[in-house]
């Protein structure tokens, strides 16, 4: 897998330039990594119209990086012969992964977003 490239856009915004490739490589579909990616980052963030993920906040590629492995090893990668050659289908509100090259088949985790803290402003006299 070929690394991220990410730049920095403006002062609070880090562009995913190869984002489409990523998921192109890894056979996923790109809504299901950019979720996991902006669950794990604990940020927003949406596509472009060149198809680069841009998300709110400055990161670094290495964050990226070791999110994408942790991606890689959940929802991608066979536990039984350690192949990429992978399917994510769901059934019954589940994600499970099956091998193409082994054929065995595991159920795979929700994503679940990080702690957002719901900010509101104060009522007048509080």
Do not use: W
């Amino acid at each position: 897998m070929r690394p991220p490239q990410v730049l920095r856009e403006g002062t609070k915004k880090t562009v995913f330039v190869n984002f489409m490739d990523l998921c192109k490589s890894m056979h996923r579909q790109p809504d299901h990594v950019m979720t996991f990616l902006l669950a794990e980052l604990g940020t927003s963030g949406s596509l472009d119209g060149k198809q680069r993920l841009v998300v709110k906040g400055r990161f670094a590629p290495k964050n990226f990086e070791g999110i994408l492995r942790r991606y890689l090893n959940e929802y991608v990668i066979c536990n039984g012969c350690k192949s990429a050659d992978t399917i994510l289908q769901k059934e019954n509100r589940l994600f499970f992964l099956r091998c193409e090259k082994c054929g065995s088949g595991r159920s795979v985790a929700q994503i679940k977003s990080g702690f957002v803290a719901l900010v509101g402003r104060r009522k007048a006299g509080t």
